[in-house]
């Protein structure tokens, strides 16, 4: 640059929304670090350099102050100001050098498993995505009364660190509802609140698994949670679900898995239950094998035909099974609360790490859900999205069996959020979902859900975003793009 | 129990809350899988039961149907239910045999650095607890208002999953305000939005750090992030901290270590700020060392004489510094929001990882302090904080000088939530906090925060939590337990 020190200009904007001193500040700063203005070098007095810059002599004295806080310069006010010695930045490499740290094992196989640029799909104008949930039922009079409640200046509970375990009304409530509507055996203190399911699966993997250790999952099943175990150096065995869900007699006899996950309410993404006497064999497995079973109750609210079933935790007798549950899908997604309830020996285990990673959730959403549950608006909730998820699920079963009659297989239990289609095997996956989206509907590939190679031709579709009226023209126009047989 | 199936007995209770044929079918669950009502056994009529139990025949035909849907039960409604082949659960060894399971070598670590039950505390009078806010500053008015902003039916915000790098509009705010505030340099892409510090060292420490990698820290320092370093599998490289912080001159020249986790702004918890000189050579010695430096900034808002310094990301030039802030110090902790500024390659990295073990963070808060921050009420805010706890801060200092004079050293520099008081070497510890507790003021122990040893007898004293008043009855009370050397 080989700026000349004696016509120093500090290039200031008065129309800039950052203030004149600050301007002024970060300009002298930026020539002291790039040696424009050496070491040594004696400052105009602020009198003389704010008539140059035509300012208020104050906004200069400011700047000097800040340089001087910081040890960019040295000396007092009427007595001249110097940069100070030692402290350039050593001139970069090359401009635009900037380090690209490596990243541990842990961090290639993240990488490895990023998905991909969702480029383009906001467009799609009947969009069957996943995990939506249909804002106009939630009742935001209530929720908002809810929250307001614990908004007053004289409330100590905003002002500390919550419990790493949860917010112990919420607790308490989550235990009842689980008793009541799950089949669920536990103390409150079992129950902690997690900020979902990933965390929870992370954190498990972490406390029971050493590097090269197997766990028995379902296929197709939870791509998140196979990646998450994945990453941690899990060893996946993936069983091929049928109907009656996870083939428990199908276990390999030599398999050593410290973990089983599935879903045994409402096979993900599938459909299906797992039949009472596999629930039984995998338990007494379970047992003899020291293994430990981890139950994703992630929609098991969500019935449409008479009451869920019971959690196959309520059949463990002796510590083996993990049990989790989810707000996102009941409640609103960007909630970001969960739990789960653990066998006694891991509640300090698992505590300890969730408070070592994540202090806990946010206090006043855990306790305004507390009092939704406690005070009865979330049964009621309940009655009403099993009501409108109902319809919509039945809209999507009509218009499948009206437009594509025997073309496609799926698991007709009235349950969930979404129906995963299997295509007819000569089908291409990624050409129907490509096509359809040319048509304005957003259909997703079952590919990553599945383990199995080749997986079967399929796709995902999510229903709980969209009225009746949008499945069925989605349904229409998702007709004209699957080949008839 | 060789329980006689024809004296079926249900025990129902009318006075409970849980419905009767829940009741019913919870019992006749248990009997069955206990064995006590063995396979193909004839269960009896729904007229008899009902009868018997003196409750409405359709509570027992609901149970029965519930019985059926799960699969304990077969046959249909008149032509006899029986109880399903092969589902008894074998007995348990012992009746108390609860599954302990094994856990890795990371859940090892983790429990052996759980922290202790922390039973009494609460009885004291005088708390100088650390990360407190004092809640009557907080303005609940302008924040109830933001939230119901976003709280109405018609917003399509709450339906979906966030964005796991955070909400826009609030990394936007938060590139602006570091921008404006901190002299840090970042484009608003490079903002990721997190529930505090220990998430993002957690996700920082697995991405970066091979097993026996090491990490340079400051002793005193702040211990939750040792523990994550060392449960993450580093070795710790510990510097005692000086007046002018961490002391670079004195990393050994071995030192091969991946990071460097420092506060720069306001040493934690001893007090004192990073010099300039240090800075500009600890930042070359990333640059040759392919190391990054972490800057935990996590209280630098809260200066009490004049501006706050700026930023060590902002002297850095080639991306070998991420810098962490939050908000639990300036709003309230039960928020649970902070943000991490990274170089870019660290970008999609840190987001992939974060979106697998935590999919974001709720977007209801995100939206409301994004316009808590544009609309400037933070900084307002921060005005009244400031005064606030530069008032506190004055009082703790005045109480000090007044009671224990010459008796303790501290950090004069006024800033922060906490003041670290060292003892005279003779004193111990222990007895301190022990006898403070004994006359109801609470201190809290040194030792944890230090990792030389022997440490350095200290307490430290969070103010944020108490009035002045309160600050100086404590000190008072405090004096007579120290003592006079």
Redesign the interface.
Same mark, same amino acid.
């Not at 972490?206 to 050493?210: F, G, K, P, S």
């Given at each position: 640059m080989n700026h000349n020190p004696q016509s120093l200009s500090l290039n200031l904007n008065k129309k800039e929304?950052?203030p004149l001193y #600050?301007q002024a500040y970060?300009e002298l700063?930026r020539m002291i670090?790039h040696g424009e203005l050496p070491p040594g070098f004696r400052l105009p007095s602020t009198r003389l350099l704010a008539h140059r810059e035509r300012v208020s002599r104050n906004t200069i004295i400011q700047a000097y102050?800040?340089l001087q806080? !910081?040890?960019?310069v040295t000396g007092r006010l009427g007595a001249g100001t110097y940069v100070?010695e030692?402290?350039?930045?050593?001139p970069?490499d090359s401009p635009s050098?900037?380090?690209?740290?490596?990243?541990?094992?842990?961090?290639r196989r993240?990488?490895g498993?990023?998905p991909g640029s969702r480029h383009g799909r906001s467009r799609l104008e009947i969009d069957f995505g996943f995990?939506?949930?249909?804002?106009?039922i939630?009742p935001?009079d209530v929720?908002?009364r809810l929250?307001?409640r614990y908004?007053?200046?004289?409330?100590?509970?905003?002002?500390?660190?919550?419990s790493v375990a949860g917010f112990n009304p919420l607790r308490q409530a989550v235990a009842g509802y689980l008793a #009541?509507q799950r089949?669920v055996r536990c103390a409150p203190e079992q129950v902690v609140i997690i900020?979902?399911a990933?965390?929870a699966l992370?954190i498990l993997a972490?406390?029971?698994?050493?590097p090269g250790d197997e766990v028995l999952v379902e296929t197709p099943g939870y791509k998140?949670a196979f990646?998450?175990f994945e990453?941690n150096g899990a060893a996946l065995v993936p069983l091929s679900v049928d109907d009656d869900g996870f083939p428990v007699e199908k276990i390999p006899p030599e398999c050593r898995a410290?973990l089983v996950f599935i879903t045994p309410s409402h096979q993900f993404p599938r459909g299906g239950t797992l039949?009472? $006497?596999r629930r039984?064999t995998l338990?007494?497995w379970a047992?003899t094998r020291?293994s430990?079973i981890i139950e994703d109750d992630y929609d098991s609210e969500l019935r449409y035909d008479?009451?869920p079933?019971?959690a196959l935790q309520g059949?463990d !007798?002796?510590?083996?099974v993990i049990y989790l549950g989810t707000f996102?899908k009941v409640l609103?997604?960007?909630?970001?609360l969960g739990y789960i309830v653990l066998?006694?020996?891991?509640l300090? $285990?698992f505590i300890?790490?969730k408070?070592?990673?994540?202090?806990?959730?946010?206090?006043?959403?855990q306790a305004a859900v507390a009092d939704f549950l406690a005070e009865g608006h979330f049964e009621r909730h309940l009655r009403h999205l099993r009501k409108a998820y109902g319809e919509r699920h039945q809209a999507l079963v009509e218009a499948l069996e009206s437009y594509l009659p025997g073309r496609v297989h799926f698991s007709s239990v009235p349950a969930g959020l979404h129906v995963m289609l299997y295509l007819h095997p000569s089908c291409v996956e990624k050409e129907v979902v490509r096509q359809a989206a040319a048509s304005g509907v957003g259909v997703y590939p079952g590919v990553p859900f599945h383990l199995q190679q080749p997986a079967p031709p399929s796709i995902l579709l999510g229903f709980s975003?969209l009225s009746a009226e949008q499945i069925t023209e989605g349904i229409k126009r998702l007709a004209t793009v699957i080949p008839a047989i």
């Open positions: 929304q950052t #600050r970060q700063r670090l102050d800040q806080a !910081e040890g960019f100070a030692g402290i350039a930045i050593p970069a050098s900037t380090f690209d740290p490596a990243l541990s094992a842990w961090g993240v990488l498993h990023a995990g939506r949930s249909f804002s106009h939630f935001y929720w908002r929250l307001a908004l007053s200046t004289d409330d100590i509970m905003l002002s500390r660190y919550g #009541r089949g900020s979902g990933q965390q992370d972490r406390l029971l698994l050493a998140d990646t998450l990453v410290r039949s009472l $006497p039984l338990l007494e047992k020291d430990l008479g009451h079933l019971a059949l !007798e002796s510590g083996h996102s609103f997604p960007a909630l970001r066998p006694p020996p891991l300090t $285990p300890s790490a408070g070592l990673v994540d202090r806990g959730a946010p206090t006043l959403t975003g």
